[in-house]
């Protein structure tokens, strides 16, 4: 780019333009960067652009505002115990579609089937600690925890903990399919059991969505057909290079989270430790960054994001002050280590989408791993490979989080048993202090175990009409549907 973006801190919200924008009497025209597979929101296996689909039209007992905070949904208040272990949620007086009333019963089946379909996934190891789901009274619901989850809010508000009923979304919004996209729109209060609000259909706004590939929704954008582009991602970010946009319209959201290589298979050079580690320590982080000139976005040779809840602080940046030639000449041996045995020339596949930006890092890659002796080749993401580009954002703001991605349930290849049992031991303890040291041992074992190969935290773009109001960036880069819908009072 002619000049570097700005990449927020972590933790710094920064909010984007709340004014009355040029349609804000009419539909709000959206590209959504994703294809047809959005509409399955049944799977919680879930693509992105699902997540926004599903996040809008399958409401939790709790939501995210724009800026990321946590709000109301289905449970209109909470309290929480003083030891963090019983979270307490009285749900609003209202109905399910259809015209079914909500009870504790109904909700609490609905999140039971959630949870248990989350299992042997990250988010379900996220939500490991929820010992049961009682039903209280007739609209109370009680989440019991074997330890303290800090986060369990955040965590029950991701689109996956979505509650439907009778299989059927159960809200904010109703969906509409229009020609080639989707219309979206706020569900009338006195339609959802609640008390009807006067001048509701006046405070409120159509969203019309375009699931698009990433090229053709910033055309939409271009062209003035669209106000608002949603799901932008590493692997489409050069596509803002090669617009006529004003600067303000590419927003970056302060995200952190896992961009690396992941081991997909243990096979040939791979099988040793070691062996990942000089694909590590080969990796010039630094020129992948200066590729994209994105003012603030930091290489990284750590697991988890430094400075996050949880992080005692005992794993820091691996091979400080060591220069990039001593790494590579330190790979190289082990390289030709590896072919002295016979073996040919390590050539390993990475799996990655086909945008500009991940061709962009890929052909980096590939050059420093032939500085080694190690040919790289790029295949689709549903092609066999022996590496993964991971390019995925945090639930939530602690160690946690990055470690359960690498649990041994989760993802099986080249997976530390002895960081996994540090981890499951974390996730049952109750003292936060003996937490951290759990998840610092944790780390220290995975990151030596190399089945995961840190760049830096990922990047989230979208690229928004001055005026368009219920926008703002956040730590999560989630923006959620309903809050563009209500226009301001």
Same mark, same amino acid.
Request: charge should be negative.
């Given at each position: 780019m002619a000049a570097a973006l700005a990449l927020a801190g972590l933790g710094t919200l920064v909010l984007g333009v709340s004014a009355c924008g040029r349609r804000s009497e009419g539909p709000l025209p959206i590209a959504l960067i994703g294809d047809r597979t959005a509409l399955d929101t049944s799977s919680l296996r879930l693509s992105p652009a699902a997540r926004t689909i599903r996040g809008a039209t399958v409401e939790g007992l709790v939501a995210f505002d724009a800026e990321g905070h946590v709000v109301p949904a289905i449970a209109d208040r909470w309290i929480i115990t003083d030891d963090g272990q019983s979270y307490i949620f009285r749900l609003r007086d209202g109905t399910w579609p259809g015209g079914a009333r909500i009870t504790a019963e109904t909700a609490a089946a609905a999140l039971r089937k959630s949870l248990a379909l989350l299992k042997g996934t990250a988010l379900g190891l996220?939500?490991?600690?929820?010992? %049961?789901?009682?039903?209280? &009274?007739?609209?109370?619901?009680?989440? #019991?925890? !074997?330890?303290?989850?800090?986060?369990? $809010?955040?965590?029950?508000? %991701?689109?996956?903990? +979505?509650?439907?009923?009778? /299989? /059927?979304? =159960?809200?904010?919004? +109703?969906?509409?399919? /229009?020609? =080639?996209?989707?219309? $979206? *729109? $706020?569900?009338?209060?006195?339609?959802?059991?609640? !008390?009807?609000?006067?001048?509701? =259909? *006046? /405070?409120?706004?159509? $969203?019309?969505?375009?699931?698009?590939?990433?090229?053709?929704?910033?055309?939409?954008?271009?062209?003035?057909?669209? #106000?608002? !582009?949603? +799901? +932008?991602?590493? @692997? =489409?970010?050069?596509?803002?290079? %090669?617009?006529?946009?004003?600067?303000?319209?590419?927003?970056? @959201?302060?995200?952190?989270?896992?961009?690396?290589?992941? !081991?997909?298979?243990?096979?040939?050079?791979? &099988?040793?430790?070691?062996n990942r580690e000089a694909l590590a320590l080969a990796i010039d982080r630094d020129a992948i960054i200066a590729a994209f000139n994105i003012a603030g976005w930091q290489p990284t040779t750590r697991v988890v994001s430094a400075g996050v809840e949880g992080d005692a602080g005992t794993v820091g940046e691996r091979w400080v002050g060591v220069a990039l030639d001593a790494r590579r000449a330190l790979a190289a041996e082990r390289v030709t280590r590896f072919m002295a045995s016979g073996n040919s020339a390590p050539l390993v596949r990475i799996a990655a989408p086909n945008g500009p930006g991940t061709r962009r890092v890929i052909d980096l890659i590939a050059a420093d791993f032939k500085a080694i002796g190690v040919v790289a080749v790029q295949v689709a993401e549903d092609k066999p490979a022996d590496l993964r580009l991971v390019d995925t954002t945090a639930r939530y703001g602690r160690a946690s989080w990055f470690l359960n991605q690498l649990a041994c349930s989760v993802h099986k290849p080249a997976c530390n048993a002895a960081g996994d049992a540090l981890l499951a031991d974390a996730r049952q303890t109750a003292d936060l202090r003996e937490r951290a040291r759990l998840l610092g041992q944790a780390e220290a074992e995975m990151t030596a175990a190399n089945a995961y190969i840190p760049i830096a935290r990922p990047l989230r773009w979208s690229l928004v009409r001055s005026g368009v109001s219920g926008f703002a960036l956040n730590v999560w880069g989630w923006h959620p549907l309903p809050p563009l819908a209500a226009l301001p009072k």
């Open positions: 996220d939500l490991a600690a929820i010992e %049961q789901v009682r039903v209280m &009274a007739d609209r109370v619901i009680e989440i #019991d925890l !074997v330890a303290p989850v800090p986060d369990l $809010l955040t965590l029950l508000a %991701q689109p996956e903990l +979505g509650l439907p009923y009778a /299989r /059927r979304g =159960s809200g904010p919004m +109703g969906l509409a399919r /229009r020609g =080639s996209g989707l219309e $979206l *729109s $706020l569900i009338p209060p006195e339609k959802r059991g609640l !008390v009807p609000e006067e001048g509701f =259909s *006046s /405070r409120a706004r159509n $969203l019309v969505v375009e699931l698009l590939p990433a090229k053709k929704a910033v055309d939409r954008f271009n062209d003035g057909a669209a #106000d608002l !582009v949603l +799901g +932008g991602r590493i @692997d =489409s970010l050069p596509l803002t290079e %090669q617009t006529g946009l004003a600067r303000g319209n590419i927003q970056l @959201d302060p995200v952190i989270g896992m961009f690396g290589l992941l !081991v997909e298979s243990e096979a040939g050079f791979l &099988a040793e430790a070691p």
